[in-house]
Structures are given as structure tokens and as C-alpha cells.
């Protein structure tokens, strides 16, 4: 015979629930008042947000054509500054991966160098190379090597230390050298991953140019800037229309590719 399920106290006030909620408005508020985050202010500038909405709903179809060329500038920032950063990681993801550079001493400092890297925000180096080389793409460029050379060194050495380490052992005991044993045992094995890390890469740095260039590092993002500040919300919605194009686009054929490569 069936029974209807007596539900307990606690079940019957969703006691736990309430517990959730409490902790996250507890937590919220402490949060905001430890970092000085003014909600109110917040909603209270929320009618300006809506005012800007409603000006990006008319998109100014007439500044498509100019857009074009920034967008095109983009890609190709993403693609040299991807390109050229993940063929330098891959002497270093050798020499950080312990199961191929058995010197501990080596390694640490290869693995220290890489740390330090992937510590340093994009941002932050699109600054310092705007300082440096100037206001333009190459900025754009060369924060986007460092990028790419911390990130995909990172998830290239961890590939390395997974790799079947038998063809090694026969190239070694067949007399091949160190760098015989890398070209023809160690990149055979993880080409696909590297491949694949490449094209997450090239992903990111797509969207992440669009941020560099506001910055003054060219592409897209100048233009998104220039039209924000002349208050030409009409032109933004087209700028990000465009963005939002390329990089479904980029996403799209890149998770495609790298769906085959696994």
C-alpha cells in the first residue's frame, strides 16, 4: 500500500533554502561594504543604463562598412599573437615537463619563468607595451604573445608529462640524442593537443583584443572607444554587432576543428 511521504519540519519551511539565501545577503552585504561597493548608486544609474539600451536598439546600419577593417585588424592580431606565442612555448613546455627534463633545478626555473608570466594580467602588459612601442596594433601583438606563450606552455607541458613513454625509451636505447627523442617520440604524441590548446587559445585572444584595442592597442576595440565617447551609442551597437559576429564565427569553426582533432 502506498503512503503519502511525511514531510519533516525543516522540509515543510524549506529551512535549508532560507539558510542558503541568508548566507548569500550576509556574505553580499559584507562583501560590498568590506570592497565599498555603493548598491544603491548602482540602481540608481540604472535608468541611464536603460536610456543607452534603447539608443543601442537603433543600430546605425550606415557605419557598417566602416568597421570592417578594424574587425579584420582583430582577427589578425589573434592570430600572429597566437601563432607566434604557442611556437615559443614549446621549448619551454619540454623543458618544464618532468617526466622529459629530469633536473629538478632546470625545471623549477623554466616552471618559474612560465609562473611569473601567466601571473601578469593582459591587461596589464597591453599597458606596459603601449608605453613601450606606442599606441597601435603592435602593442596589440606583442601582448598577445605573452599571452598565448604563458597559457599554452602551461596546458602543453602538463599534455607532455601524459605522453606513453615507451617510444622514448626505445629511441634512447637505439642511440637518438635529446633533441631526436623530442621531434620524433614527444611532439608525435601530444601534435593533436597542441593543436587543440592553439585554437582555445586563438578563441580567447579573439574576444581579448577587442579589450586590448580599447586600450589603445588597436583593433575593434579603438573603435568601440571612439564611438563610446562621442556618445554615438547608435555606432556601438554596430561595433558590437560586428564583435559579436566574429567571434560566434571563430568559436564556432574553432570548436569544430578541435571536436575532430580529440
Do not use: C
Not at 539565501?21 to 544603491?40: K, Q, S
Not at 627534463?101 to 616552471?111: H, L, Y
Request: charged share 10%; glycine share 6%; net charge neutral.
Amino acid at each position: 500500500m502506498n503512503t503519502i511521504p511525511v514531510k519533516t519540519w525543516e522540509q515543510k519551511w524549506h529551512v535549508k533554502t532560507l539558510l542558503w539565501v541568508l548566507l548569500f545577503l550576509v556574505i553580499f552585504i559584507g562583501a560590498g561594504n568590506m570592497t565599498e561597493v555603493d548598491v544603491p548608486e548602482f540602481f540608481h544609474g540604472f535608468d541611464q543604463f536603460m536610456v543607452i539600451f534603447k539608443e543601442m536598439l537603433h543600430p546605425a546600419w550606415a557605419y557598417a562598412p566602416y568597421i570592417y577593417q578594424p574587425l579584420l585588424q582583430t582577427i589578425q592580431m589573434a592570430l600572429v599573437g597566437t601563432l607566434i606565442g604557442s611556437v615559443l612555448a614549446i621549448p619551454f613546455a619540454v623543458l618544464a615537463a618532468r617526466n622529459i627534463m629530469t633536473n629538478t633545478f632546470i625545471r623549477s626555473i623554466f616552471r618559474f619563468i612560465l609562473n611569473i608570466v601567466r601571473t601578469i594580467p593582459d591587461l596589464v602588459l597591453a599597458a606596459i607595451f603601449v608605453a613601450i612601442v606606442g599606441i597601435g596594433p603592435m602593442a596589440g601583438v606583442l601582448t598577445l604573445i605573452v599571452f598565448s606563450f604563458g597559457m599554452v606552455s602551461k596546458l602543453f607541458y602538463e599534455a607532455i608529462e601524459t605522453i606513453d613513454m615507451g617510444p622514448l625509451e626505445a629511441l634512447t636505447a637505439a642511440g637518438a640524442n635529446k633533441t631526436q627523442v623530442v621531434i620524433f617520440a614527444v611532439l608525435p604524441q601530444v601534435l593533436n593537443s597542441f593543436l587543440s590548446y592553439f585554437l582555445y587559445t586563438l578563441e580567447i585572444n579573439v574576444r581579448a583584443s577587442t579589450v586590448l584595442g580599447y586600450l589603445g592597442a588597436g583593433g575593434i576595440g579603438e573603435l568601440l572607444q571612439r564611438s563610446l565617447g562621442q556618445f554615438r551609442y547608435d555606432r556601438t551597437a554596430v561595433v558590437v554587432i560586428g564583435i559579436f559576429i566574429v567571434v560566434i564565427v571563430v568559436d564556432t569553426i574553432s570548436n569544430q576543428l578541435r571536436e575532430r582533432l580529440a
